[in-house]
C-alpha cells in the first residue's frame, strides 16, 4: 500500500524553525544483548538556557522521557517517571553531537529513541527518531534498485522509483537530490511503500524538471555511515510503453513469469481441495442423517403407546410432632400422564393454608408432592382431605388424611406407586444405554472423517511441494 508522505513529516528529519535544527542521521542502531549501544542526535543553535531531551517509545506504548541533559553536556537530570532510566546515559561530543548510550543492552531496551528540544517560541521539536534492534543477526547492507524516469503521464507528471531490499534490519532513509534545487518542492509528490524485505520511494515530478535536472537517490541505513547513492538513469525517448528499467526490472518479470505458473497450480490446489471437502460434508451429512433417522426411530417406540393416564394418589398420615412445635402433612400424584396436577387441601377447620400454615410442593419425575405444614392445634382438632385435579377426570381426585399413628417414628411408608417407579427406571436404563451407543458411534464416525481429512490435506501439500520444486530445479540447471 502506497502511503503519501506529508511535507510535514519531513520536519521530524530535520527541523528547522527559527535557526534550530534537530537530526537523527541513522534510522536504527542493532545490538546484541550485553553490548553497549551508542545513538546520536546532532542539535544546532541551542540555546543557552534550553536542554536536550531524550525519549523512549516502545511498540504500542506512548512516549517516555528519560532523561535531558544541558547545552554544556554537563548537567544530566534522570526522569524519575522512568523505571530504566538510571540505565541509560548521555554525553556531549564536539559542539552539538548529543549522544545517548546504553552499557548492557538488553530485550526491554528494543525500542524507537528520539531526540527533542525547544526552541524560542516555546515549541518542542523531535528528531526522526531512531529504533534500537536487540538481535544476535548481524546488520546486512541493502542492495539498491534505481529506474530510469518514466513516460509522460496523462497528467503531466513522471515518476521516479528508488528501492531498497535484501538488508536487516528493513529500516532505511530515503532522500532525494536534484541539481536543480530542493527536493520535493512543493508540486511535488513523494510516496513510499514498504513490503516484506523491500522499501520503495517514488518521486513524481513534472514534465519540465524531469528533463532539465539530474536526479539522486540517496538510502541512509545503518550498516553505513554516508548513505548509499544511485543516480536516475536518462529516460529513453523511443519506449512508447512502459517504463523500462534496468536489471532489475528483468528480474521482475522473471518472477511474474513464475508467479503466474505458481498462480495455475494453486488454482487446481483449490479446486480439488474444495473437491474433497465437498465429499467430506455428503459423506458427514448422510451419516448423521442415517443416525438421526435410526435414533427417531427407537424414540417412537414409547411415544406410540403414551395415552392420558389417570395419577394414583398417595397420603401419609399427619406426622409426628417436630422440634419447631409443627406438623406435616403429606399428599403425593404418581404415574399419571402428563404429569400436571394441582392440589387444594380441605379442613374442617376452615381455610386451608392459614397465615401461619405452610404449603410446599415437589415435583420428581413420575410423581408430584403436596406437603402442608400446620400446628399442632389444627393437626388434632381438625380433619383434612387432598384433593388433586388432573385432566382425567372433570371433578378432582380427593383423598382424607388419616388419623396420626403415635407409634410411627420413621418416615412415613407409601403404597403400589413406588413399585411402578422402579418399572420407569429400568426403562429409561434402557433409553440411556441407546443414547451412549449413539454417541459411541457417531464419536468413531467423526473420528474417521478427521483422519480421512488429514490424509487428503497432506497428500495435497506433499504434491503442491513437489510442484514448487521443479521450477527451481530447472532454474538452477
Known amino acids: 500500500m502506497l502511503v503519501q508522505v506529508c511535507m510535514g513529516l519531513l520536519s521530524l528529519t530535520h527541523t528547522a524553525v527559527l535557526g534550530l535544527t534537530v537530526e537523527q542521521s541513522c534510522p536504527s542502531v542493532t545490538k546484541a544483548e550485553k553490548k553497549s549501544a551508542f545513538i546520536s542526535c546532532t542539535v544546532t543553535n541551542l540555546n543557552d538556557s534550553n536542554y536536550v531531551h531524550w525519549y523512549q517509545q516502545k511498540d504500542g506504548e506512548p512516549f517516555k522521557r528519560i532523561l535531558y541533559i544541558n547545552k554544556g553536556g554537563i548537567n544530566i537530570i534522570r526522569d524519575r517517571n522512568h523505571p530504566e532510566a538510571s540505565e541509560f546515559t548521555v554525553k556531549q561530543e ?5 549522544i545517548l548510550k546504553v552499557d548492557r543492552v538488553k530485550q526491554s531496551h528494543s525500542a524507537v529513541y528520539y531526540c527533542a528540544c525547544w526552541d524560542t517560541s516555546w515549541i518542542k521539536h523531535f528528531g526522526s527518531g531512531t529504533r534500537l534492534v536487540v538481535t544476535d543477526v548481524k546488520p546486512r547492507k541493502p542492495v539498491l534498485s534505481i529506474y530510469s524516469i518514466s513516460t509522460l503521464q496523462e497528467n503531466g507528471k513522471r515518476s521516479l522509483l528508488c528501492q531498497a531490499s535484501d538488508m536487516s534490519p528493513e529500516l532505511v532513509r530515503f532522500t532525494w537530490e536534484s541539481t536543480g534545487g530542493k527536493v520535493p518542492e512543493a508540486d511535488d509528490e513523494l510516496l513510499e511503500q514498504q513490503d516484506s524485505g523491500r522499501v520503495t520511494s517514488m518521486l513524481i515530478i513534472n514534465q519540465q524538471k524531469a528533463t532539465s535536472n539530474k536526479y539522486t537517490c540517496k538510502v541512509t541505513h545503518e550498516t553505513r555511515e554516508k548513505p548509499y547513492e544511485i543516480s536516475v538513469p536518462e529516460p529513453e525517448e523511443t519506449v512508447t510503453g512502459p517504463p523500462t528499467t534496468c536489471a532489475p526490472r528483468q528480474k521482475e518479470e522473471q518472477n511474474l513469469i513464475r508467479g503466474s505458473s505458481g498462480l495455475s497450480q494453486n488454482l487446481f490446489l483449490f479446486r480439488l481441495t474444495y473437491v474433497v471437502l465437498l465429499v467430506k460434508n455428503v459423506l458427514y451429512f448422510c451419516s448423521v442423517s442415517v443416525l438421526l433417522y435410526k435414533r427417531s426411530a427407537w424414540n417412537k417406540e414409547p411415544l406410540m403407546t403414551i395415552e392420558t393416564r389417570k395419577p394414583v394418589l398417595s397420603i401419609y398420615s399427619i406426622s ?3 422440634e419447631n412445635g409443627k406438623r406435616s402433612l403429606l399428599c403425593q400424584a404418581s404415574d399419571m400422564s402428563p404429569e400436571l396436577v394441582r392440589f387444594t387441601w380441605e379442613s374442617t377447620g ?3 393454608p392459614e397465615a401461619d400454615d405452610e404449603l410446599l410442593e415437589q415435583q420428581d419425575s413420575g410423581r408430584v408432592t403436596s406437603m402442608l405444614i400446620i400446628n399442632q392445634q389444627k393437626a388434632t382438632s381438625n380433619k383434612y382431605t387432598c384433593k388433586v385435579t ?3 377426570q ?8 388419616p388419623e396420626p399413628e403415635e407409634t410411627v417414628t420413621g418416615p412415613p411408608t407409601t ?3 413406588r413399585q411402578k417407579e422402579e418399572q420407569n427406571l429400568i426403562r429409561g436404563s434402557s433409553g440411556l444405554s441407546q443414547n451412549l451407543f449413539l454417541f459411541r458411534l457417531t464419536y468413531v464416525v467423526l473420528l474417521v472423517k478427521n483422519v480421512l481429512y488429514f490424509c487428503s490435506v497432506s497428500v495435497l501439500l506433499y504434491k503442491r511441494s513437489a510442484w514448487n520444486k ?3 530445479m530447472s532454474k538452477t540447471h
Open 94 to 98: 564536539q559542539l552539538n553531537v548529543y
Open 320 to 322: 409426628t410432632l417436630q
Open 350 to 352: 376452615g381455610k386451608v
Open 390 to 392: 388432573h385432566e382425567t
Open 394 to 401: 372433570e371433578k378432582p381426585y380427593e383423598i382424607s388424611v
Open 415 to 417: 403404597c403400589a406407586p
Open 470 to 472: 521443479e521450477p527451481l
